[in-house]
């Protein structure tokens, strides 16, 4: 992945910033993208970032103004990574209408204007590779998670849409699915604060492997995913979850 010029929206924290790392010691320019403006500025410095960019993903203007100024400092986009994401932690009755679309606003529309930013150049390019964040919950049902379970289905299948109508173009477009992974979003937007212990308890009664993952254990799967050892894959939900789906 060395000096590949990799987008990572999602990059201040948890696997977006892991992934970030990751493919920082791997030797590629990365390029942050986040809402949080200081975590953003703490990510960059860490990763040696020329450019970064602060803003949200649901504004199509911000997403096309990130794609074009890599494209004017580098001259090319080789690497998507859409890992920018929230969740809501509610059932229908008690989603209202602004909840419900601030979760599709980030998690579908963001990704969305995100993919079709940098699949422009990509194809002109004749190269390039995006990564989705799906999520088990994308392929299962989940309680109380009812917006992020159906924003998840939508990432599941604008990956095998677009992956459909770019396998000609050199353009692979992959998703990863994780289970529980240990991040500030596991602990989010519950009723009552969480502690580890409560996620360890988490852990040990849902996970097959009984534990949460670290979010290097994802960004390791992103990073091969871009790699050329992924070469034969495309339109791909890769679930890193423990066993979580597969009972
Ligand atoms: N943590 C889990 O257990 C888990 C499991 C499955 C999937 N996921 C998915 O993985 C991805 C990363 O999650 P995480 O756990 O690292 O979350 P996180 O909350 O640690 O990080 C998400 C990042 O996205 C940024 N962000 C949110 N809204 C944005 C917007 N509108 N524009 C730009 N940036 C925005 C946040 O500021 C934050 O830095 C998400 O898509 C999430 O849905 C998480």
Not at 182 to 208: F, H, Y
Not at 211 to 217: G, I, Q, S
Request: hydrophobic share 45%; charged share 20%; aromatic share 6%.
């Amino acid at each position: 992945m060395k000096d590949k010029i990799v987008l990572i929206t999602g990059a201040a924290s948890g696997m977006g910033a892991a992934t970030a790392r990751l493919f920082a010691a791997a030797g590629s320019v990365v390029v942050p993208v986040d809402l949080d403006e200081p975590g953003l500025e703490n990510i960059a410095r860490e990763v040696n970032a020329e450019i970064s960019f602060a803003g949200d993903i649901s504004d199509s203007g911000f997403c096309d103004h990130c794609v074009d100024e890599t494209l004017n400092k580098y001259g090319r986009v080789d690497v998507l990574v859409n890992a920018a994401g929230i969740i809501r932690r509610t059932d229908a009755i008690n989603t209202d209408d602004d909840e419900w679309r601030r979760v599709m606003a980030v998690n579908v529309d963001g990704l969305f204007y995100m993919s079709r930013a940098a699949v422009r150049p990509m194809k002109a390019q004749g190269a390039g590779v995006i990564v989705n964040f799906g999520s088990i919950w994308g392929s299962i049902g989940a309680e109380n998670t009812l917006a992020y379970c159906a924003s998840k289905g939508a990432v599941h299948q604008i990956t095998r849409a677009m992956a459909l109508d770019h396998a000609t173009d050199g353009i692979r477009i992959n998703a990863v699915c994780p289970g529980e992974v240990n991040t500030p979003m596991l602990a989010s937007q519950r009723e009552n604060p969480v502690t580890q212990s409560d996620l360890q308890a988490l852990a040990d009664a849902t996970i097959p492997m009984k534990r949460l993952a670290d979010p290097e254990e994802v960004a390791k799967v992103v990073l091969f995913l871009a790699s050329e050892d992924a070469s034969y894959m495309t339109g791909a939900l890769v679930p890193v979850d423990a066993g979580y789906t597969a009972q």
